[in-house]
């Protein structure tokens, strides 16, 4: 069965780093976009950035612009990283990695049809 298993989340200090990891099991997705998102308590899912297949298209939201780094690493399976720097009290919140449509790079959450079951990133101010 194909998955998306993220990990790497956890508690950090207002200016600190955490990395995130999503690893795809069951079919690679070299020919897929990838996409991190987050969801805050009583927000909406937000996309936070996106890669395309082959890594040389990134897209970020404004608010974690400059902070976090999307990356991906195609060699076996498919591997999707956020490496998320300076990290705010703002950036808490469930993150979920997620599989896109399409090999490009997309905002919408409804670009993507395969989903993680998120891990929790949580910054102490």
């Known amino acids: 069965q194909v998955q998306l298993v993220e990990s790497g989340g956890g508690l950090a200090q207002a200016g600190g780093s955490l990395r995130l990891s999503c690893a795809a099991s069951?079919?690679?997705?070299?020919?897929?976009?990838m996409g991190w998102f987050r969801q805050a308590p009583g927000e909406e899912r937000e996309f936070v950035a996106a890669?395309?297949?082959?890594?040389?298209?990134?897209?970020y939201s404004d608010s974690v612009k400059g902070r976090f780094t999307i990356s991906r690493d195609n060699a076996e399976t498919t591997t999707v990283y956020l490496q998320m720097n300076s990290l705010k009290p703002e950036d808490t919140a469930v993150y979920y990695c997620?599989?896109?449509?399409?090999?490009?790079?997309?905002?919408?959450?409804?670009?993507?049809?395969?989903w993680g079951q998120g891990t929790q990133v949580t910054v102490a101010s």
């Open positions: 997620a599989r896109g449509k399409t090999i490009g790079v997309a905002r919408s959450r409804y670009e993507y049809d395969l």
């Open positions: 069951g079919r690679t997705y070299n020919f897929n976009g």
């Open positions: 890669i395309s297949w082959s890594g040389g298209s990134t897209m």
